[in-house]
């Protein structure tokens, strides 16, 4: 995977000013003034206590949360830093419904803004399936900097498979 493959979306005038801000070695002080705190939610719980501060704030009615976890498994070359699941098991005359996130262990030690990106993206998926108009402006209403954080955040991944961090 190229560098900047995490932009492709963006177009080439985007990458190319990532680039050199990575080729001159600056990319990482960028997004230190910008994001200049790691969050401290290490753990399963925490970030399940996390997610579920959000839900309640914005998705009342959605169905519950089953599990909230970080997944060593997520595998960042397929551009997933986060998966939500709706499992649905039938035991006897009863279906039980599950929703699940799990959430890339890359997650647990990035700024704040990152992660609440991640996890309004996959709660917006207990809403809205498809990543469409409606989704977008969910993921907006949740946090209303999204654009701005998950651009961030792919910054950040561009800046961690050239061998930078944060710290």
């Known amino acids: 995977?190229?560098?900047?493959?995490?932009?492709?979306?963006?177009?080439?005038?985007?990458?190319?000013?990532?680039?050199?801000?990575?080729?001159?070695?600056?990319?990482?002080a960028v997004l230190k003034?910008?994001?200049?705190?790691?969050?401290?939610?290490?753990?399963?719980?925490?970030?399940?206590?996390?997610t579920l501060e959000l839900?309640?704030?914005?998705?009342?009615?959605?169905?519950?949360?089953s599990k909230v976890i970080y997944d060593d498994k997520i595998s960042l070359s397929h551009h997933a830093l986060g998966l939500h699941s709706f499992v649905s098991r039938r035991q006897g005359r009863k279906t039980k419904a599950k929703n699940e996130i799990r959430i890339?262990?890359?997650?647990?030690?990035?700024?704040?803004?990152?992660?609440?990106s991640v996890v309004v993206h996959e709660l917006a998926h207990l809403r809205e399936k498809d990543h469409n108009k409606a989704f977008y402006r969910l993921?907006?209403?949740?946090?209303?900097?999204?654009?701005?954080?998950?651009f961030d955040l792919r910054l950040y991944l561009i800046l961690v498979d050239s061998g930078g961090s944060l710290l």
Do not use: F, W
């Open 104 to 116: 890339s262990s890359v997650l647990r030690r990035v700024p704040e803004a990152m992660l609440r």
């Open 139 to 150: 993921c907006c209403h949740m946090e209303p900097d999204y654009h701005q954080h998950e």
């Open 33 to 50: 003034s910008r994001h200049p705190e790691m969050h401290d939610i290490r753990t399963d719980s925490a970030l399940y206590d996390y």
């Open 1 to 28: 995977m190229g560098k900047t493959d995490y932009l492709k979306a963006y177009g080439p005038d985007v990458a190319a000013q990532v680039q050199e801000l990575l080729d001159a070695g600056k990319l990482g």
């Open 55 to 65: 839900k309640n704030q914005y998705l009342r009615k959605a169905g519950p949360l």
